[in-house]
């Protein structure tokens, strides 16, 4: 019963491609939409447009996949909340699972840091931002959508087993160049150059990095995952793990977090709202420890 996800872009995802794809074990896809206006595809360079990323979906149902995940980007300058929903009500008219919504990141010697360097585009407001993260949110109450971790969205029974998994901290084995692994106590990552890793592999070398996690680096994590989740973090779990004094550190933060509207406690646990989760980056490291 494992779930088997390939990521994809909808150009590859031709009908030749997912014939063969259909024989395989693979039986979750995540496609990389990003959206579906021309504008703004054109904008992130990216080779498909609108009818090539339906078509993709729907050549992928018709194949037997069933399980079917999207990626798109917000907070691009220019998109109007009314070019949003349109990209998620045709996605959703193509019938997909599960949604990943990101906001625009602007790292170096990307497409935007380019364009935002040369002056050709300027970043929104965070006001603009949060109505466009709030506008992805009802649009996926209204359609049936569950909002399960931050940049998350799925029908029952359809959320990311794979991404579950590192938000509530199971363990897992990386294989392959780049691949990551993480055990509780320990986190690894192999060589990311993909003929080194060959290589130290054929002969037996070590092809990983490791660093071991103290426990400040740990409830760090624990921290960092769980509060991404709509379930939160569990103060019983963190009484267990850290101490009595950590879980009433953590309930401080959330008593004055739910006095502003970013936190609520519930059944023993600290959980974002959905403004919470807006400024997730802030609030959790403002709650980070250093010993």
């Known amino acids: 019963n494992a779930e088997i996800t390939l990521e994809a872009n909808p150009d590859d995802l031709n009908t030749r491609y ?4 259909a ?21 992130m360079h990216r080779r498909h447009n609108e009818e090539q990323a339906i078509s993709s979906i729907n050549h992928a149902r018709r194949f037997g996949f069933d399980n079917i995940s ?4 917000y907070g691009i300058p220019g998109l109007t909340i009314k070019e949003l929903n349109s990209t998620l009500d045709k ?15 602007y790292e170096e010697n990307t497409v935007f840091d380019n364009l935002k360097n040369k002056g050709l585009i300027i970043p929104i407001s965070d006001n603009e931002s949060y109505e466009q993260y709030m506008a992805i949110i009802e649009w996926a109450k209204s359609n049936d959508f569950i909002h399960y971790e931050i940049s998350n969205f799925g029908k029952k029974s359809f959320f990311s087993k794979h991404n579950s998994n590192y938000w509530d901290q199971v363990p897992y084995l990386g294989v392959g160049a780049a691949a990551h692994s993480y055990n509780v106590h320990s ?3 192999n060589i990311d150059n993909i003929h080194e890793y060959v290589r130290y592999a054929e002969k037996g070398g070590q092809i990983y990095k490791e660093e071991q996690l103290s426990t ?10 769980s509060l991404r989740t709509a379930h939160g973090i569990d103060l019983e779990k963190v009484k ?7 879980a009433q550190l953590i309930l401080s933060f959330a008593e004055r977090y739910e006095k502003s509207g970013y936190m609520v406690l519930e059944e023993n ?16 490291s403002d709650m980070f420890v250093d010993k």
């Open 216 to 225: 400040t680096d740990r409830y760090n994590e624990l921290l960092l995952t």
């Open 91 to 105: 996605l959703n008219r193509a019938n997909i699972q599960h949604l990943s919504a990101y906001h625009i990141t």
């Open 187 to 189: 986190r690894r990552w």
């Open 269 to 284: 646990s600290a959980i974002l709202t959905e403004r919470g989760f807006f400024i997730s980056d802030r609030i959790i």
């Open 18 to 21: 997912l014939k063969e794809l």
């Open 23 to 43: 024989r395989t074990s693979v039986n979750r896809l995540s496609i990389g939409v990003q959206s579906l206006n021309s504008y703004y595809l054109k904008l």
């Open 240 to 246: 267990n793990e850290f101490g009595e004094d950590k």
């Open 70 to 73: 999207v990626d798109i980007i």
